[in-house]
T-cell receptor, first 111, second 113 residues
Framework: DTAVSQTPKYLVTQMGNDKSIKCEQN?????MYWYKQDSKKFLKIMFS???????INETVPNRFSPKSPDKAHLNLHINSLELGDSAVYFC??????????FGNGTRLTVT | AQSVTQLDSQVPVFEEAPVELRCNYS??????LFWYVQYPNQGLQLLLK??????LVESINGFEAEFNKSQTSFHLRKPSVHISDTAEYFC???????????FGTGTRLLVSP
């Protein structure tokens, strides 16, 4: 069973569209994250939720809105997509002070 | 603010040869240090970590890293690499445990026969 699963795996869309990426973890973790990996492989945290509450919110355009309906899910909604949003988005989860478990990523391509 | 520098974007090596992947960090406070590995089309997996105690930490698949505070380094080494070690390796630093990691730009290890 996949521990941290993201859907879709690939997402190709046009500028200006709105899209969502879903993430689910079945590890019983209480903290979930979104990371962005750009074309140069640079990986940076975007958001972190603990028990459905936002605890880390880096400098991210407000077009990006995370939503956590419960502890096992953290979805990422992106409005008015721009070319610069093209990247691989990774979801991750952890419990307490334990290592992060990453999903396999969603490759977003904005044309 | 913390930062991580991985000077080598790519390291080619022959199978069974030793390898060292370099990582330097900057931080004004005590840090936790990590190495993550990313295989093609997969997420990152924790390879090893330094939190406290012994400065030499080891992974189950033969990698080791040594925390050197004076040189602010956490280089990753393996005495004999396998083809299956081909992957992207990321060094990361945090001053708050696992919660907020700052990653380096990664080093691609290419192992050839």
């Amino acid at each position: 069973d996949t521990a941290v699963s993201q859907t879709p795996k690939y997402l190709v869309t046009q500028m200006g569209n709105d899209k969502s990426i879903k993430c689910e973890q079945n590890l019983g973790h209480d903290t979930m994250y979104w990371y962005k990996q750009d074309s140069k492989k640079f990986l940076k945290i975007m958001f972190s939720y603990n028990n459905k509450e936002l605890i880390i919110n880096e400098t991210v355009p407000n077009r990006f809105s995370p939503k956590s309906p419960d502890k096992a899910h953290l979805n990422l909604h992106i409005n008015s997509l721009e070319l610069g949003d093209s990247a691989v988005y990774f979801c991750a989860s952890s419990r307490g002070d334990s290592p992060l478990h990453f999903g396999n990523g969603t490759r977003l391509t904005v044309t | 603010a913390q930062s991580v520098t991985q000077l080598d974007s790519q390291v080619p090596v022959f199978e069974e040869a030793p390898v060292e992947l370099r990582c330097n960090y900057s931080s004004s406070v005590s840090v936790y240090l990590f190495w993550y590995v990313q295989y093609p089309n997969q997420g990152l997996q924790l390879l090893l970590k330094y939190l406290s105690g012994s400065t030499l930490v080891e992974s189950i698949n033969g990698f080791e890293a040594e925390f050197n505070k004076s040189q602010t380094s956490f280089h990753l080494r393996k005495p004999s690499v396998h083809i299956s070690d081909t992957a992207e390796y990321f060094c990361a630093v945090s001053d708050t445990g696992f919660q907020k990691l700052v990653f380096g730009t990664g080093t691609r290890l290419l192992v050839s026969p």
